[in-house]
């Protein structure tokens, strides 16, 4: 139901934009999320956006870097990725959550897609 796309092979510095698209079902209700998973690592926070997009929340690791934002027509949420950095290579992952409180957990996940950030 929500598939990620747009990783790839970038040199650092470089910049990405990671699609999300939903599909089977509407999530222009939920808010959604960010997360990646580094080789050896746990799967970590990136970045979250409200429903309406109005609000979004980043990790530190992320912030003045990326940027989140959604299309609720199109059951799209994009995640903007500039001025990578080889820490940020990892699978990265989109996610819903039905409940509004940041800090919820996620109820539904996508498949992944791989970046990976080298020279």
């Known amino acids: 139901q929500l598939q990620a796309s747009g990783g790839g092979l970038v040199q650092p510095g470089g910049s990405l934009r990671l699609s999300c698209a939903a599909s089977?079902?509407?999530?222009?209700?939920?808010?959604m999320g960010w997360f990646r998973q580094a080789p050896g690592k746990e799967r970590e926070f990136v970045a979250c956006?409200?429903?309406?997009?109005?609000?979004?929340y980043y990790a530190d690791s992320v912030k003045g870097r990326f940027t989140a934002s959604r299309d609720n027509a199109k059951n799209t949420v994009w995640l903007q990725m500039n001025n990578l950095k080889p820490e940020d290579t990892a699978v990265y992952y989109c996610?819903?959550?039905?409940?509004?409180?940041?800090?919820?957990?996620?109820?539904?996940w996508g498949q992944g897609t791989l970046v990976t950030v080298s020279s």
């Open positions: 956006i409200t429903w309406s997009g109005d609000s979004t």
């Open positions: 996610a819903a959550r039905r409940s509004t409180v940041v800090g919820d957990p996620y109820d539904y």
């Open positions: 089977g079902r509407t999530f222009s209700n939920y808010p």
